[in-house]
């Protein structure tokens, strides 16, 4: 086998290994989850649950960790994070909000303890503001949850009978 011969054949099965590996590597990389959109209602039924969680710490600290804890569970898999499980999610999270997501970390073990009844609640309320900043990052609008819609499109009817297409405008009027 000539020398030309053998390198054409390892690139030719270099290639094919790349074909076969680059689509698992590909969907491996967990920055490139995508990010669902939320309506408008649903971000506000989000936001009033956690809302009303934070009035009933006072009388149900357990409680209302253990109620955040799966509320900021939901609200990151609505938003497409993984759901099968909360290891999954929580390294998926990590990577679009590495600064946040050691309070969803604190939030969740903190939630686990209080169901043990095993902590305080001054331990309980910092864990509770320590989740805040990433549920407020996931709970808000975001450019792809409510696009605008485009403008309509010309019926030919209306352009073969030379009727006019009076001009939308997007913003304040200019003066042309």
Known sequence: MSTVTLIILLAALAAMAGLVIAPSVRQGRKGELPVRSLPSE???????????????????PGWALREADRLLGALAVDRGYPAESEEKRMDALSVRHPGEIDGYRRLH????????????????????????PLFE??????????????PPVPRQRDLRRGRRIPRQRFGPAADH
Not at 42 to 60: C, H, K, N, P, T
Not at 140 to 150: I, S
Request: proline share 5%; charged share 30%; net charge neutral.
């Open 137 to 150: 990052q996931l709970v808000r609008a975001q450019p792809h949850d409510e696009r605008p819609l485009p």
């Open 42 to 60: 649903a971000r506000e039924q989000y936001a009033a649950r956690w809302a009303g969680l934070q009035e009933r710490f006072v009388d149900s």
């Open 109 to 132: 073990a903190m939630a686990a303890r209080a169901h043990e009844g095993e902590t305080a609640t001054e331990r309980m309320r910092e864990a509770l503001v320590a989740a805040r």
